[in-house]
């Protein structure tokens, strides 16, 4: 499975101020989700992401790209033994997936994000088979 980037989230502590900003500097459609405390952005075209308070308070505003993978536990663990520094082994996100975030030995951080399963399709309701004229 290629592992394309996803999700890019900006962590601030000052979301208000980061909306106004870069909803006067581009075109995206900035919509709330208070039960999170996050906004998501979408961009149109190409990745999309969120807006959220900084998790880190004494961390600095940033811009964080998350990875598409199908195990963000595994993906973590091979992360670690290669040499990062894990922030987030595993974080739930109900619904919607999981995630994981560490450094790579340069520094340089990264997100991990595992999609939920997507639930089975409902087969559509067969049409009543016609019958045939004599």
Not at 65 to 86: L, M
Not at 120 to 133: E, F, V
């Amino acid at each position: 499975m290629p592992n394309a980037f996803v999700h890019i989230e900006l962590n601030t502590d000052d979301v208000a101020k980061a909306k106004k900003f870069y909803s006067s500097v581009f075109d995206w459609k900035l919509q709330d989700v208070p039960a999170m405390g996050y906004t998501m952005l979408d961009v149109g075209k190409g990745v999309g992401g969120g807006m959220q308070k900084n998790p880190m308070p004494a961390g600095p505003n940033h811009w964080l790209a998350y990875v598409e993978v199908a195990d963000v536990k595994k993906t973590v663990a091979k992360a670690r033994a290669a040499g990062a520094n894990v922030f987030v082994d595993y974080k739930d996100i109900p619904g919607m997936g999981a995630l994981g975030i560490f450094s790579d030995p340069s520094g340089a951080v990264l997100g991990v994000w595992q999609p939920a399963p997507k639930p089975p399709r409902k087969a559509a309701p067969k049409a009543a088979a016609k019958k045939k004229k004599r």
